[in-house]
């Protein structure tokens, strides 16, 4: 539907008056003894209590104000996902000070650029471990040191420190010792004071195009999310939940929030990485994640399982062949069913789910995606093995979730209805708009860019396209100012494409582009064990990574793939050239969002030699 009128909305959530986050960390410390969080230290998993955490907060909250911390200052935190992190970011809110989150993977330019525009005073930072491609955290901050006029101080976590500008955050924490503000009437009646209204975050966007904004998020943002995720159901207070995205992240503050809402047990993963290990060893019963590590999980089954030798290999492809055809058929809106489905749904899709479950520790209740569109064939996978996946929807500047299915009503292909309290509508162009607790304030220093998309009777223009249906979950078909249009006129929403390339092992990432241009091509890198078990398969040499995307092998594979896609879309929507890069896409060489989303400007200004050279006579595929 496209009707400007149309107007979809949640029921409020009920319940008692909202409260800030650290004001509900206090109430779930009444209860002494129970456990807030489990997390990984000195190599065993340990249980920390809601009445430790509040502790560290207050001793933490006295620590910064004692370092010359007022209200309103901001104060960033530079670091991976643990549960300093968390109590960090209270703390701050507890001093009446403003967090800026900066992602752990963040370049030492990036770092500058949110430090200064934000004007922040004091600096957190985990510890100086190299990650990955980069220099550690506290290297990286060095770095740019010099062009940072307004960063007085940095706390380390843990490791040494160098220079007058920095200090452990023990000694941070023992400055705050004995001063009149760390006493317990001062820091209740601190933390009474702080109005709703006020700031609590400026998030900076990891947007697939131009610079970072600051989204400006109030402490009743985060008081309705925390609410509203309660009267939703998702999580329940005796659920055990994984945490692994970022806490830059305003889905990992959403999964926050609902903690301290509810109460449940928190566990923190040690990185990503660990993941698997971890799920293994806590056994928790929700996972909220971005769809790339669904996108794993089933390309991992189904390169493993095809790999399997004799009547075990064979007998799997034959299983995903009828899967392959269920998952059209269901995306079409048509009915599946036959003896041989049944037969394999026992034989193969059973294991599968049994397989499934040990590694994901046995007790997994749902599965929460968002970040970046689900794609519906892993989807249908999710659902066939009776795993439920509620994929839900919103940006940074609506505080997360502004739609999301439920646990009792799942459409696959939606983001379900709106979050309790939170009016959606479709603009005339098929643009969502959304208004409610959720929105933002507004973009930090950037009244232009505000006024862009906020509208004076508080409709947010999200940027993205998307339709309604009867029973008021929301659709979306892609970004507004991501759709292609071809040179011929048509319109082609590539986000579609790519998820669905995405979904074959071999592809890691593809960026579809072709706007303003005669037709398609793609941007594609591939997945480096599946591309090697192929090479090794035809008895080829395996090389690095850079070798074998480059293989010939490699490419008809490649080509193979853009072949059924093709073969399944409008013509005038195929792909016609692909480039097979030499190196996958990451977030330390710009091309990723640390939710995992390509940067179509990064990569198509990256990579414009490659992508015009596929418009100059190259071969077309048929």
């Not at 104060?75 to 960090?88: E, P």
């Not at 999301?404 to 983001?415: D, M, Q, Y």
């Not at 091309?591 to 006579?617: C, F, H, N, W």
Request: net charge neutral; proline share 5%; hydrophobic share 40%.
């Amino acid at each position: 539907m496209r009707a400007e009128s149309q107007v979809t909305t949640a029921p409020a959530a009920g319940g008692t008056q909202e409260q800030n986050l650290v004001q509900l960390l206090v109430q779930r410390a009444q209860n002494a003894s129970k456990v807030g969080v489990t997390h990984k230290k000195d190599g065993r998993w340990q249980d920390v209590t809601f009445a430790q955490v509040l502790e560290d907060v207050k001793a933490q909250a006295a620590g910064l104000i004692a370092q010359g911390v007022q209200p309103g200052d901001r104060v960033a935190i530079f670091a991976n996902t643990s549960l300093q992190w968390i109590i960090a970011d209270l703390a701050i809110s507890a001093a009446q000070a403003i967090t800026v989150p900066i992602y752990g993977s963040n370049t030492p330019d990036e770092c500058r650029y949110v430090l200064n525009h934000s004007e922040t005073k004091l600096l957190l930072v985990d510890n100086d471990e190299k990650d990955a491609k980069q220099a550690g955290r506290l290297s990286r901050v060095r770095s740019k040191l010099g062009d940072i006029p307004s960063l007085q101080k940095i706390v380390v976590f843990e490791g040494p420190i160098s220079g007058d500008k920095e200090m452990s955050l023990a000694d941070m924490v023992a400055s705050g010792k004995g001063i009149p503000q760390a006493a317990e009437s001062a820091f209740t009646e601190r933390v009474s004071q702080v109005k709703l209204d006020e700031t609590n975050m400026l998030v900076y966007t990891s947007g697939t195009t131009g610079d970072p904004k600051g989204v400006i998020l109030t402490h009743g943002n985060w008081a309705y999310e925390a609410k509203a995720t309660q009267a939703m159901g998702m999580m329940k207070p005796d659920d055990s939940v994984m945490l692994f995205l970022p806490l830059a992240h305003v889905f990992a503050q959403v999964v926050k929030a609902a903690w301290l809402s509810m109460g449940f047990r928190l566990i923190i993963a040690e990185s990503v990485d660990k993941l698997l290990a971890n799920l293994a060893e806590t056994r928790p019963t929700v996972l909220p994640s971005v769809p790339r590590v669904f996108e794993k999980v089933y390309n991992n089954v189904v390169a493993n399982g095809s790999a399997a030798p004799g009547v075990k290999g064979k007998l799997f492809k034959w299983a995903f062949g009828l899967f392959d055809e269920y998952a059209e058929a269901k995306g079409q809106g048509r009915e599946y069913s036959s003896l041989q489905f049944s037969l394999a749904k026992k034989l193969v899709f059973s294991k599968v789910r049994k397989t499934l479950d040990e590694k994901l520790g046995g007790n997994m209740r749902i599965f929460i995606s968002g970040g970046a569109p689900l794609s519906r064939k892993i989807a249908y996978f999710f659902d066939l093995l009776d795993l439920k996946v509620l994929e839900g929807y919103g940006l940074t500047e609506t505080s997360a979730p502004c739609n999301a299915n439920r646990v009792e009503k799942i459409k696959i292909g939606t983001v379900g209805p709106p979050v309790p309290g939170t009016e959606i509508k479709i603009a005339a162009d098929g643009e969502i708009l959304v208004r409610g607790p959720c929105v933002m304030k507004g973009y930090y220093k950037n009244p232009a860019a505000t006024a862009e998309v906020l509208e004076p009777d508080g409709w947010f223009h999200t940027g993205d396209i998307g339709e309604v249906d009867s029973d008021n979950y929301l659709r979306i078909t892609d970004r507004k100012k991501d759709i292609i249009v071809t040179a011929g006129g048509k319109n082609v929403a590539p986000q579609n494409i790519e998820n669905t390339l995405k979904t074959f092992p071999l592809i890691s990432q593809a960026m579809v582009y072709g706007d303003k241009r005669p037709f398609l091509v793609a941007l594609i890198t591939v997945s480096e064990d599946p591309a090697k078990k192929l090479l090794e398969e035809k008895g080829i040499p395996v090389g690095t990574y850079a070798q074998n995307s480059q293989r010939p092998e490699i490419k008809a594979a490649v080509e193979e793939i853009i072949k059924k896609v093709n073969a399944e879309i409008p013509p005038y929507s195929s792909i016609k050239k692909i480039a097979v890069m030499e190196a996958d896409f990451t977030q330390e060489t710009g091309e990723l969002t640390p939710t995992l989303k390509v940067k179509r400007k990064v990569a198509s200004q990256k990579y414009l030699k490659t992508i015009d050279a596929m418009y100059e006579g190259a071969k077309v595929m048929d």
